[in-house]
């Protein structure tokens, strides 16, 4: 069922394309699923996989293209003239897809691809899926879709869908639309299957049907489509006209994406990377963040410097420094946590900020009076003496305070200014709490240790 | 088309539950989507939520049981005998959803449940499901589909197709299997409507077909069907007969529930938590991954403890623990989120735990000489001395190093005993490497400052 991907079978392949030797992977070549034509073709060298990919169909090649990263799409294309890109890849696409590659060209090769498209009405849809911006409904959407009048018969139904599904590839939906192309509703499979052909549809369609706007924001449509567990789900315009639909698919991509950018952010990762790439583009992915990192620590560092007297009277002050330092980093990654979730999925639309900052102190009032307690009992157990175990149990108490409602605020505001939010899940919110917090234990100390 | 969930909205329906007045609400009872009122539900005083519940028709109320939250559930369940269950509820909801319910009955309700299934076929289907462990296939599979025989002809498969969808919601795809129940391929619908009646299905069908087995783990499932970009995938017994179908709506909620559990592990949140919950349940949350990096904190200040002398003579040393401290778990935490998300979407399966340490000491490298080279000019400059600045170079070197293969190879480990890899993304690793580091830190101290 799966592709095979062993290194045997790999090693073997570059071999036999290296010699233009087919014959063994006619099946794979011409039966082979595009999803795996396009793996193998990322774990090859690219000039071979570009011979293998030149052995396709156009038809699975414009699909196995539409499967490759960015990148390797990008390299391939730049050998296709504006004309070849038209007549061998778009009209072999999904016009969803067709406008996604098409958005990926430069200016001067997109006009070309545009003007080289035969079929005008593809053409104009195309177009016309052009113009709304990334992360909108309209983006997502593509325009294959059966639709059928609301004045017909279940006969003549059948036949239009017959003529329409010549053009369409699974058919998920019929949506109902009267003269005007308004979306009345859903004629489901089955009431067509189990209705008399004679029957006008306005009598069995579902005026029941989940639809969004072009500019509903794609993070809404993934929220519907999960909730009411829609495979497919229309797309209108402002005055309700049927314009597309969207493909649990494209959503599904689209959710897991923005999971692991959220899980990146939190991990101290700022691009994708995989396992399987480069060192140095897993480097690249990692330096910034330590950067900062390495940054944070330097202020980190002149902040305990200013207490560096204190410290020589009393070095024990120095041990807590790690226990303080990332009790701060902690909450306030948690903090941040809950609410990049909670925007994500607008659990907290009824929410203020000034609720969600009461509450935050609640929860941080409960954590932080817990911790100072048993940080007591451990700090006298362990022979510090009462002094130092107050410094550090009152410190720890106001660190976890601030960097909870630091870690509340800053991804509170980042959304409001249209900045992704799980940034505050970064390194950016840890070392500014760690530095918050090393100067209120140094400034407790004082007070409390009377140095 | 999105429901009121407004806090007007919710204030007057529970001053209306309360005195059981309904006829405001006809029209979210008998045609709210099951989703929206288990949404509204889950807002309302318990005792409120119950009176909306028993307004709603079987049908419904079984379908917005599903989508409540299980301890909601569980709290309506009690009510229930095990009759009242298999009549009212189980008769109303997909095999997948009904065998979920029983499984969350305790012993005796269950057995009570499916003495009482009326539809023998159905009892049987049931009980079936509920044999395949959790995290399977056979787990999120449910029997209702459309199977035709292969020596049908078109005529015949739309006459079945009609009798079975009668008791079908949505029709996905129509299975093809031998007189055995072999699986063979699919039918798609646009071949059914473009193919004379008369021929046989033997002719029509295609024998591409990606499918499962029962035992298939969850994860595999979902890295299949979002591959193919399928929204319904087959499930096979191990010889290879049709035994149910996996819709996308499950795996979604597989990959989001995944997603979401290594994000709250990577940000040390234990157990799934909303922004509206209580204080109480938020702080349940967050106290383990605290009281994890309480004990670390403590552990630290041993082990710099054991350098008081040290400390004492060169209060500067102490400046830097922060920067050593936070770098070693910000490496740790990189190095294991990259293997966490290799595992998940298991592009890990040709790589030896050899080569992986091998690439991440790569990393490492490359990472920790720029870092190293950065702290030394950045430390002369700032004025802290050459041996000073030596001594947090090289161990910043160093502990980049460990870190990072702590932080590759727990996460391998951990997953080769079956626990999951994302723990290693919370606070043990980094506590670990907090002390590691630090360790390290003064005993390079020692050597190079020669105290």
């Not at 410290?311 to 941040?336: C, D, E, H, R």
């Amino acid at each position: 069922m799966s592709v095979d991907l062993s290194k045997d079978f790999l090693e073997q392949l570059e071999i036999d394309l290296a010699q233009r030797q087919f014959t063994a992977y006619e099946e794979l070549l011409h039966e082979g699923h595009p999803a795996d034509l396009a793996e193998i073709m990322e774990r090859l060298d690219f000039d071979l996989a570009l011979v293998l990919y030149e052995q396709l169909d156009d038809e699975v090649g414009a699909e196995v293209l539409m499967e490759l990263d960015e990148e390797m799409r990008s390299k391939i294309l730049v050998d296709y003239s504006g004309q070849e890109i038209a007549t061998e890849l778009i009209d072999n696409l999904d016009s969803d897809d067709a406008a996604d590659l098409i958005n990926e060209l430069d200016e001067t090769q997109r006009r070309e691809v545009l003007e080289n498209i035969e079929d005008q009405k593809q053409a104009m849809d195309i177009a016309r899926l052009l113009i709304y911006p990334e992360g909108t409904a309209g983006s997502l959407m593509g325009t294959e879709m059966i639709k059928v009048k609301d004045h017909w018969k279940v006969l003549e139904c059948v036949r239009e869908m017959r003529k329409q599904a010549e053009e369409i590839e699974t058919v998920h939906a019929i949506y109902v639309v009267n003269e005007a192309n308004k979306l009345l509703g859903t004629l489901s499979l089955k009431k067509l299957l189990t209705t008399s052909t004679r029957t006008p549809i306005s009598e069995v369609y579902s005026q029941k049907v989940e639809f969004v706007e072009v500019s509903t924001e794609a993070e809404e449509v993934a929220n519907v489509m999960q909730k009411y567990d829609l495979v497919v789900m229309p797309v209108v315009d402002p005055i309700g006209h049927l314009v597309g639909r969207i493909t649990i698919d494209d959503v599904i991509d689209f959710i897991r994406d923005e999971a692991k950018e959220d899980y990146n952010l939190a991990s101290g990762l700022t691009e994708e990377v995989e396992a399987h790439d480069s060192i140095l583009s897993i480097t690249r992915a990692r330096l910034p963040w330590l950067l900062i990192g390495l940054f944070g620590g330097l202020l980190a560092a002149s902040v305990i410097g200013r207490y560096d007297t204190d410290i020589g009277a009393i070095p024990q002050l120095a041990f807590f420094i790690p226990l303080i330092a990332a009790m701060g980093g902690n909450v306030g990654v948690q903090s941040s946590a809950i609410i990049v979730q909670g925007l994500a999925s607008q659990a907290l639309a009824e929410n203020t900020t000034i609720n969600r900052l009461v509450k935050e102190l609640g929860v941080a009032l409960v954590n932080g009076a817990i911790l100072s307690v048993l940080i007591v009992g451990a700090s006298l157990f362990l022979g510090y003496g009462m002094p130092l175990a107050l410094t550090v149990s009152v410190s720890l108490f106001a660190v976890i305070v601030v960097a909870a409602l630091i870690g509340t605020f800053v991804p509170l505001v980042l959304d409001k200014y249209k900045i992704d939010p799980a940034l505050a899940t970064g390194p950016f919110i840890t070392t500014l709490n760690d530095i918050l917090g090393l100067f209120l234990y140094f400034q407790i100390g004082r007070l409390i240790l009377g140095i």
